[in-house]
């Protein structure tokens, strides 16, 4: 079958199923990414981790922009680009450091934070009607973090710290993309992503700069590779269906978490994180459908 055969094929596939591949794919390549991280980051300092991710996404990303033209990069949201991408690159720049210290299972869960976190600065910041039930779904958000974090039975680890720092950080962006996606296409929005990330972590790598060996080379290609398919994938998917169908793809991120953390890592997520998980990712789902039915 050729590519554009298979092109068309896919294109005739119903909005959710087209959502569900493209979401899976997302989530694969999110976990693919936080694990070569995680076993990076004893060498490698997160700044530069950060920095080579984007570095390497932008070359990716090149093919398409050559086929295109520059002309794709125009936009009239720069300073929200701008903006983004230092939001983003804290984001990244703290996942990478969290991933260090914790499981990826317990980042992945804590991670499905996000569109609760958002939510509530929606209400505090942007001044939106935030309802009796989102402030429950919003709680109940919370309180699955507490079931996977367990403070004051659980000692204290400043990778939790840096997880819920990464997930504040993702909200905002989150709440940014919702103005970006208005006007600007999905390839676009990732394009500028990578572009001003890699400009932003430049200096901070410049400091920590540690050369990595020939076998991290092809680590940093594959993460940049990885980066650039979460992107372009995450957005499709978001398009190709509504939020509360796409949602629940997205979970798979914690399942892929838990199997590629025990095969590399030897790392087995506790029972308290599938529960805790499972509450935040139901709370957000939740807050989604809530959305869509304007309660």
Do not use: C
Not at 199 to 204: K, Q, S, T, V, Y
């Amino acid at each position: 079958m050729t590519a554009a055969r298979f092109s068309t094929r896919f294109h005739a596939l119903p909005g959710p199923v087209r959502s569900g591949i493209w979401m899976s794919i997302s989530a694969v390549t999110y976990v693919v990414s936080i694990a070569i991280g995680r076993y990076m980051a004893p060498d490698i300092e997160v700044f530069q981790i950060a920095f080579l991710r984007n570095a390497f996404a932008v070359m990716f990303m090149m093919p398409w922009l050559i086929n295109v033209g520059m002309g794709a990069m125009r936009t009239n949201q720069l300073g929200r680009h701008i903006v983004r991408g230092f939001m983003s690159s804290t984001n990244v720049t703290l996942l990478f450091a969290a991933v260090a210290l914790i499981p990826i299972a317990d980042m992945s869960a804590i991670g499905f934070l996000q569109p609760v976190i958002a939510a509530a600065v929606a209400g505090f910041v942007l001044g939106e009607v935030v309802t009796r039930h989102r402030w429950l779904a919003i709680a109940a958000g919370f309180a699955g973090a507490l079931i996977v974090i367990r403070p004051g039975f659980a000692e204290f680890n400043l990778g939790i710290a840096f997880a819920l720092g990464s997930a504040l950080a993702g909200a905002l962006v989150s709440i940014m993309i919702k103005t970006l996606v208005r006007t600007d296409p999905p390839d676009t929005i990732a394009a500028w992503l990578f572009v001003t990330q890699t400009l932003i972590l430049l200096i901070p790598t410049i400091i920590v700069w540690n050369n990595p060996t020939p076998e991290q080379w092809g680590l940093f290609a594959v993460i940049g590779f990885m980066s650039v398919i979460l992107q372009r994938t995450y957005n499709r998917g978001v398009q190709a269906a509504d939020m509360s169908i796409a949602m629940p793809f997205n979970f798979t991120r914690l399942i892929w978490a838990a199997i590629l953390g025990w095969l590399v890592f030897a790392e087995l997520p506790d029972i308290w994180t599938w529960i805790g998980g499972t509450i935040i990712f139901a709370a957000s789902v939740w807050l989604t459908q809530l959305g869509r039915s304007g309660r």
